[in-house]
């Protein structure tokens, strides 16, 4: 799949560039860099990560763009280092550091400390984080001197484990975890309630986002080896199909009259196996409709048998 090329006849380039962005540019950046090296204006990626962290950042190119959507529930994968004896105006070391009232702890303390943040949890996302306050985002709000309001949120950790302790500080040990956890945790929010469950304070140090749904490292792309491959000529290798991470999504083929129905946005019968296991189709019905070259023409939502169009990602033939 790596090595198909994404290129499209005008020779512009359509789908999913996974970038192991390194810590500095913000993700925002990445998305400018993939824009000048494509030509591609229609470019998104597929969930923030602060500039102080790196890892992996699907970016979406051309009319993968119109799928986002579809990866922002995605479950997330993280190595993170937490610093314990302090706390953080922004929970992680861009902040003002203030240091804790309670002593630093051990690791065994740690380990017993995080038993509490596995499986479903609420937390409050940080004071500077990009949640919206009355139209305004938080971390404007905390600029200005403010303190948001905001509003605890329930999220999932599915996995978190101390894989790393380092104490030759033992005022300021560091503890390294890793977590797997639901879209929409805030790894800097762990941080700073393990350290008021504590009494210690604690703060974020570091953080490598290792997968972002089905796009892991080892998948991923450094800026400068892709700026060497589109300077050679060989960028759209890098790419994924624009329906990479989709395979929940039954691959319907549509040919004829049928497919142009749907990308005209009308309501079409789904073939009769198809339409047989609606009962059963996942991920409220949706199915990637390919037209009989293999093209990605469309997600369809089936429904009593039939097939609606939700996005349409091809033109229609002109009518005869």
């Known amino acids: 799949m790596m090595g198909r090329s994404r290129a499209l006849g005008d020779g512009t380039f359509d789908g999913v560039l996974v970038v192991d962005k390194p810590v500095g540019p913000t993700s925002h950046d990445i998305v400018d860099l993939i824009r000048r090296l494509t030509g591609v204006r229609r470019v998104g990626h597929g969930g923030t990560l602060d500039p102080f962290a790196g890892g992996v950042l699907p970016v979406f190119i051309g009319r993968a763009t119109r799928l986002v959507e579809y990866h922002m529930s995605d479950a997330k994968a993280y190595r993170a280092m937490i610093a314990f004896g302090a706390t953080s105006t922004t929970d992680d070391l861009d902040g003002e550091l203030t240091p804790g009232e309670g002593q630093a702890p051990d690791r065994a303390g740690v380990e017993a400390g995080l038993m509490p943040f596995r499986g479903r949890i609420s937390q409050v996302p ?5 949640v919206r306050v009355q139209g305004r985002r938080a971390y404007e709000l905390a600029r200005d001197g403010e303190r948001p309001t905001l509003s605890a949120r329930d999220v999932e950790i599915q996995r978190l484990d101390l894989v790393a302790w380092d104490d030759t500080d033992r005022a300021r040990p560091t503890a390294t975890v890793e977590i797997a956890c639901s879209a929409g945790t805030y790894i800097r929010a762990i941080a700073r309630d393990l350290g008021v469950a504590l009494s210690c304070g604690a703060y974020l140090v570091a953080l490598t986002r290792s997968r972002s749904g089905p796009f892991s490292r080892d998948q991923a792309h450094v800026p400068e080896a892709i700026r060497a491959a589109f300077a050679s000529g060989h960028g759209a290798s890098l790419l994924l199909p624009a ?35 609606a009962g059963a189709q996942p991920n409220g019905g949706h199915c990637r409709i390919h037209d009989a070259s293999g093209r990605l023409a469309a997600i369809a939502r089936l429904e009593g048998g039939r097939l609606h169009p939700e996005k349409v990602l091809v033109e229609p033939q002109p009518r005869a």
Request: glycine share 10%; proline share 8%; charged share 25%.
């Open 126 to 130: 940080p004071d500077y984080s990009a």
């Open 243 to 277: 329906d990479s991470g989709l395979d929940a999504f039954p691959s319907l083929v549509l040919d004829g009259g049928d497919l142009q129905a749907l990308l005209r946005g009308q309501v079409v019968r789904a073939p009769v196996d198809v339409a047989r296991d």
